[in-house]
């Protein structure tokens, strides 16, 4: 089974809904991030969350994470379709954090098409 | 600050070859990560190296390898090509290899194998 778990997989909305991102992970989260990629084409960075009940935004995107349900969450307001793409969850398993090696685990990705 | 370049961009081979990849991180980033993104898949860790030296590898056969030179810029290589190794490539840079310190990536390299 998949170790982080994005859900939905697919979401389509009308221009100026609100919108939520789920990813959720089955093993211990030490840091997890957030990024948007366009097909075909390398990932943009949104937010990195590292504490539970940590909360960031930027512009119109706002990530939580929950440390107990080992879960964080993408919430898009009034979305546009400058959102469109492919919104994927990375996650930093860890324990160690600070020097060591560098290892992302990603989530399958969630596809987001915004109607205008 | 000039970002992530890698190169190519796009590549076509033929099973059996062996190809070459460059990666390029940004100025003063001295840790560098490779991806593998297929559909079926997603996107999965090839190895990391940070001052010249890989410090971790993913669940990838031999075929696959890299390297990091003094100046950061690194290289990957797959051998014996074969028609699952169809993907996108990404690198990705950052400072040193902290969780700390958030990742940047570049474009991607689009390989087709034939």
């Known amino acids: 089974s998949q170790e982080l778990e994005q859900s939905p997989q697919s979401l389509i909305v009308q221009e100026g809904k609100n919108l939520t991102i789920n990813c959720t992970s089955s093993?211990?989260?030490?840091?997890l991030y957030w990024y948007k990629q366009k097909y075909g084409e390398g990932l943009i960075f949104l937010m990195m969350?590292?504490?539970?009940?940590e909360e960031k935004s930027h512009e119109k995107i706002t990530a939580k994470l929950d440390e107990k349900k080992q879960q964080s969450s993408l919430h898009i307001t009034a979305s546009q379709p400058s959102h469109a793409g492919i919104y994927l969850c990375?996650?930093?398993?860890?324990?160690?954090?600070?020097?060591?090696?560098?290892?992302?685990?990603f989530g399958k990705g969630t596809k987001l098409s915004v109607i205008p | 600050k000039a970002g992530v370049t890698q190169t190519p961009r796009y590549l076509i081979k033929t099973r059996g070859q062996q190809v070459t990849l460059s990666c390029s991180p940004i100025?003063?980033?001295?840790?560098v990560s490779w991806y593998q993104q297929t559909p079926g898949q997603g996107l999965q860790f090839l190895f990391e190296?940070?001052?010249?030296?890989?410090?971790n590898k993913g669940n990838f056969p031999g075929r696959f390898s890299g390297r990091q030179f003094s100046n950061s810029r690194s290289e990957m290589n797959v051998s014996t090509l074969e028609l699952g190794d169809s993907a996108l490539y990404l690198c990705?840079?950052?400072?040193?290899?902290?969780?700390?310190?958030?990742?940047?990536f570049g474009p991607g390299t689009r390989l087709t194998v034939l």
């Open positions: 990705a840079s950052s400072l040193v290899p902290a969780s700390t310190d958030t990742q940047y």
């Open positions: 093993k211990t989260l030490y840091g």
């Open positions: 969350l590292q504490k539970g009940g």
């Open positions: 990375g996650a930093d398993y860890r324990p160690n954090r600070g020097a060591g090696s560098y290892q992302l685990t």
């Open positions: 100025s003063g980033h001295r840790s």
């Open positions: 190296y940070f001052s010249e030296t890989q410090r």
